[in-house]
């Protein structure tokens, strides 16, 4: 940890967010709306201009449901793609397709391409409004240091060379590949070795040009290359570097355009709108806290693009430890909530850097007699199983939640309440957090204390029938909980805020599920309750 330097300006926040990537401006949000105090400070007077993620998948879009910008409602910025993500060889041979078709178990479709620029504005939109989050934009984090029950940064002003601390119960490293809280805080990071660089190009194309819409690989050794949507109105490619380029050669608009020759596009009808070259890597932070400092997003891991999941996991990351920062800040939790969130995060995040490393090294060949083997063997596998692989399920890694079903994604239908419309599940509560049972009699043994300790956390009482003045009774009209109950063989269902399982039951063990959540949560005011 570093000294202190001398200092003008001194601010306090419940949290202090170094980075206003993506990751710290959801975590400002979900905070800020919860009543806490926020400052976040970034080096950079304005947003990343370079290109960055285009793709999301169905969790991705129950996060962005959950602040308000549902896919649905933002189609100018994202949109679904409902097709096979295919990879051929040189000889247009189809190697592998990953099955990026249908909806997900979260409500939304599996896959989409948006615009991470677009997406970022949005973000800044909902949080402008926001009195008690406070962005200092232009301001960079030069030291960290911590007591027991407080951490401090030092910033320093890029334009005036001004100096500022902001001290906060809580610090959080959203700061990006490159994070100094990592290094400050002294976080391991495991570097896996595998990485190249890629030119990647994002394309806009003039209106009536009409490319498919699909998303592909193209495994030719002679120039390793995708082809994606980029988002409504975009495209985007990307060129592996041969061993015979330098990355500033490759890294210049007429090569960007030499590149796109084949594909039909030149200045006189598509826009180049960014392109640069970039390492990517596969890495990850193996903690994700020491005392009070955090990180979260590429602070905490790194991934290469090919199953575009590096800002996925960095949103998962804001989710995970949004509603457990705000439970410990309310006084709803024990501090010991906070470890779980990095003991359960690496172990999901990890699971994406190794599922994206293995489709790198489909595609990061150059050497004939290596891609001639991968072509043999991928298309036996591929004749021999017959169906597309899905992309990976992970569960969290250990944490708050227990039994097999513990820590998994839950899933998301459509209700109606009473005589309401049929809305998202999410919608029609506070948020995803719910104990869900089939009936309601199920929660008789939940006593008014447990209860509303459960809504402290966002954690609302809903059945599919029974009496109502326990529960919200909800009707379940796709039977979307019905048939997830039976497929877990269970009556119960506890869902965290960040919509992954805390554990399902039967009926007659519902209030023993709830009371071991808040047993291992340590909810205070549960405790006093018993005490009486
Ligand atoms: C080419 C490419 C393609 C990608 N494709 C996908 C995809 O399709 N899908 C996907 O999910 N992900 C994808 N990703 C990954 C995704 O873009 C990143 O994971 C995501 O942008 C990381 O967000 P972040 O908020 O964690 O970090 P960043 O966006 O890097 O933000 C970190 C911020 O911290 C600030 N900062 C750093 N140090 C300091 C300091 N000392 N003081 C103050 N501020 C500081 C920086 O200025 C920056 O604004 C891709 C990435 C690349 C490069």
Same mark, same amino acid.
């Given at each position: 940890?570093?000294?202190?330097?001398?200092?003008?300006?001194?601010?306090?926040?419940?949290?202090?967010?170094?980075?206003?990537?993506?990751?710290?401006?959801?975590?400002?949000?979900?905070?800020?709306?919860?009543?806490?105090?926020?400052?976040?400070?970034?080096?950079?007077?304005?947003?990343?201009?370079?290109?960055?993620?285009?793709?999301?998948?169905?969790?991705?879009?129950?996060?962005?449901?959950?602040?308000?910008?549902?896919?649905?409602?933002?189609?100018?910025?994202?949109?679904?793609?409902?097709?096979?993500?295919?990879?051929?060889?040189?000889?247009?041979?189809?190697?592998?397709?990953?099955?990026?078709?249908?909806?997900?178990?979260?409500?939304?479709?599996?896959?989409?391409?948006?615009?991470?620029?677009?997406?970022?504005?949005?973000?800044?939109?909902?949080?402008?409004?926001?009195?008690?989050?406070?962005?200092?934009?232009?301001?960079?984090?030069?030291?960290?240091?911590?007591?027991?029950?407080?951490?401090?940064?030092?910033?320093?002003?890029?334009?005036?060379?001004?100096?500022?601390?902001?001290?906060?119960?809580?610090?959080?490293?959203?700061?990006?590949?490159?994070?100094?809280?990592?290094?400050?805080?002294?976080?391991?990071?495991?570097?896996?070795?595998?990485?190249?660089?890629?030119?990647?190009?994002?394309?806009?194309?003039?209106?009536?040009?009409?490319?498919?819409?699909?998303?592909?690989?193209?495994?030719?050794?002679?120039?390793?290359?995708?082809?994606?949507?980029?988002?409504?109105?975009?495209?985007?490619?990307?060129?592996?570097?041969?061993?015979?380029?330098?990355?500033?050669?490759?890294?210049?608009?007429?090569?960007?355009?030499?590149?796109?020759?084949?594909?039909?596009?030149?200045?006189?009808?598509?826009?180049?709108?960014?392109?640069?070259?970039?390492?990517?890597?596969?890495?990850?932070?193996?903690?994700? /806290?020491? &005392? %009070? +400092?955090? !990180? @979260?997003?590429?602070?905490?891991? $790194?991934?290469?693009?090919?199953?575009?999941?590096?800002?996925?996991?960095?949103?998962?990351?804001?989710?995970?430890?949004?509603?457990?920062?705000?439970?410990?800040?309310?006084?709803?939790?024990?501090?010991?909530?906070?470890?779980?969130?990095?003991?359960?995060?690496?172990?999901?995040?990890?699971?994406?850097?190794?599922?994206?490393?293995?489709?790198?090294?489909?595609?990061?060949?150059?050497?004939?007699?290596?891609?001639?083997?991968?072509?043999?063997?991928?298309?036996?596998?591929?004749?021999?199983?017959?169906?597309?692989?899905?992309?990976?399920?992970?569960?969290?890694?250990?944490?708050?939640?227990?039994?097999?079903?513990?820590?998994?994604?839950? /899933?998301? &239908? %459509? +209700?109606? !309440? @009473?005589?309401?419309?049929?809305? $998202?599940?999410?919608?029609?509560?506070?948020?995803?957090?719910?104990?869900?049972?089939?009936?309601?009699?199920?929660?008789?043994?939940?006593?008014?204390?447990?209860?509303?300790?459960?809504?402290?956390?966002?954690?609302?009482?809903?059945?599919?029938?029974?009496?109502?003045?326990?529960?919200?009774?909800?009707?379940?009209?796709?039977?979307?909980?019905?048939?997830?109950?039976?497929?877990?063989?269970?009556?119960?269902?506890?869902?965290?805020?960040?919509?992954?399982?805390?554990?399902?039951?039967?009926?007659?063990?519902?209030?023993?599920?709830?009371?071991?959540?808040?047993?291992?949560?340590?909810?205070?005011?549960?405790?006093?309750?018993?005490?009486?």
């Amino acid at each position: 940890m570093h000294t202190k330097h001398a200092h003008s300006l001194r601010m306090t926040a419940d949290v202090a967010i170094v980075g206003f990537g993506p990751v710290g401006k959801l975590l400002a949000l979900q905070l800020g709306r919860a009543g806490h105090t926020v400052v976040v400070v970034d080096r950079n007077e304005a947003g990343y201009p370079l290109p960055r993620a285009v793709t999301h998948c169905s969790d991705f879009a129950r996060i962005l449901q959950s602040v308000g910008l549902a896919p649905d409602t933002i189609g100018h910025i994202t949109e679904p793609y409902d097709d096979m993500y295919t990879w051929r060889n040189a000889d247009g041979d189809t190697l592998v397709q990953v099955d990026w078709s249908g909806r997900g178990e979260s409500g939304w479709y599996n896959t989409y391409f948006f615009n991470q620029p677009d997406l970022e504005d949005a973000l800044d939109s909902l949080l402008a409004p926001l009195a008690n989050v406070r962005v200092m934009r232009g301001w960079e984090a030069t030291a960290l240091s911590q007591r027991p029950d407080e951490a401090t940064i030092m910033v320093r002003a890029n334009a005036t060379g001004e100096r500022a601390s902001v001290t906060a119960e809580w610090v959080v490293g959203a700061d990006g590949a490159n994070s100094r809280i990592r290094d400050w805080a002294g976080l391991d990071w495991h570097n896996d070795g595998y990485f190249f660089d890629w030119l990647v190009v994002d394309v806009k194309p003039i209106a009536g040009l009409d490319f498919p819409h699909v998303a592909s690989q193209n495994c030719d050794i002679r120039r390793p290359s995708t082809m994606v949507p980029g988002g409504p109105g975009r495209r985007r490619w990307e060129f592996m570097r041969l061993p015979h380029e330098n990355p500033e050669e490759l890294n210049r608009a007429e090569k960007a355009w030499e590149l796109l020759a084949p594909y039909g596009l030149g200045p006189d009808n598509a826009e180049l709108e960014r392109h640069s070259v970039y390492t990517f890597q596969a890495c990850w932070a193996t903690q994700w /806290r020491n &005392g %009070r +400092v955090l !990180i @979260a997003g590429d602070a905490a891991h $790194l991934m290469p693009p090919f199953a575009g999941q590096g800002l996925g996991a960095g949103v998962r990351d804001a989710m995970n430890l949004a509603w457990k920062l705000h439970a410990v800040l309310g006084g709803h939790a024990d501090q010991s909530l906070i470890d779980t969130y990095g003991s359960e995060r690496l172990h999901h995040a990890v699971a994406f850097v190794k599922f994206s490393t293995s489709l790198g090294q489909v595609i990061c060949i150059t050497d004939p007699a290596e891609a001639a083997d991968r072509d043999a063997r991928m298309m036996a596998d591929r004749e021999r199983t017959g169906r597309p692989p899905a992309p990976p399920r992970p569960g969290l890694g250990d944490g708050l939640h227990v039994g097999h079903t513990g820590g998994i994604l839950a /899933r998301q &239908g %459509r +209700v109606r !309440i @009473a005589d309401g419309d049929p809305i $998202l599940f999410d919608d029609a509560f506070s948020g995803p957090g719910a104990v869900i049972t089939r009936d309601a009699r199920a929660l008789a043994e939940v006593s008014e204390p447990e209860r509303n300790a459960l809504r402290a956390l966002g954690i609302d009482l809903v059945s599919l029938q029974g009496p109502t003045d326990v529960a919200t009774v909800i009707d379940d009209i796709d039977d979307t909980y019905a048939t997830w109950l039976d497929e877990l063989g269970a009556d119960t269902v506890l869902i965290r805020p960040d919509f992954h399982l805390y554990g399902s039951c039967a009926a007659a063990d519902t209030a023993g599920l709830v009371t071991g959540l808040l047993d291992r949560v340590g909810l205070r005011s549960v405790d006093s309750a018993r005490a009486r």
